[in-house]
């Protein structure tokens, strides 16, 4: 069973990925950024239209998961969708992102004001 399990574990993986590098694209910005640890939250960011510094938000603990619901939601926004999808992209990011990065969304631009 463990076989089995390690493969549906690699296939959640690359559908995952796949979907991320699915949303960098249509954010214009090139797919292989969603690959590499902290510089994709740093895109992510600019796709929002979040500061750069918000990355040191994420690195406070308790803090982060507020400061990544905030950023779900602009994405969410960013892409022409509502609040409950953004809470889907905050707390299950493994089955949302594949559903914004291969579904019809396209992306409207940077929904929050960068100060």
Do not use: Q
């Not at 960098?24 to 090139?30: I, P, Q, R």
């Not at 299950?92 to 559903?99: C, G, R, T, W, Y």
């Amino acid at each position: 069973m463990s076989g089995l399990a390690w493969f549906i574990y690699l296939l959640i993986l690359v559908a995952v990925i796949a979907g991320w590098w699915m949303v960098f694209t249509k954010a214009g910005e090139a797919g292989w950024k969603s690959i590499i640890p902290i510089y994709n939250v740093i895109v992510i960011l600019k796709i929002v239209g979040r500061e750069w510094w918000w990355v040191l938000l994420m690195l406070i603990p308790i803090v982060n998961i507020f400061v990544w619901i905030i950023v779900s939601l602009d994405l969410a926004k960013a892409f022409g969708r509502g609040t409950g999808f953004g809470i889907g992209l905050a707390f299950l990011s493994f089955v949302f992102a594949p559903i914004l990065g291969f579904g019809s969304d396209t992306y409207k631009g940077a929904v929050a004001k960068a100060a």
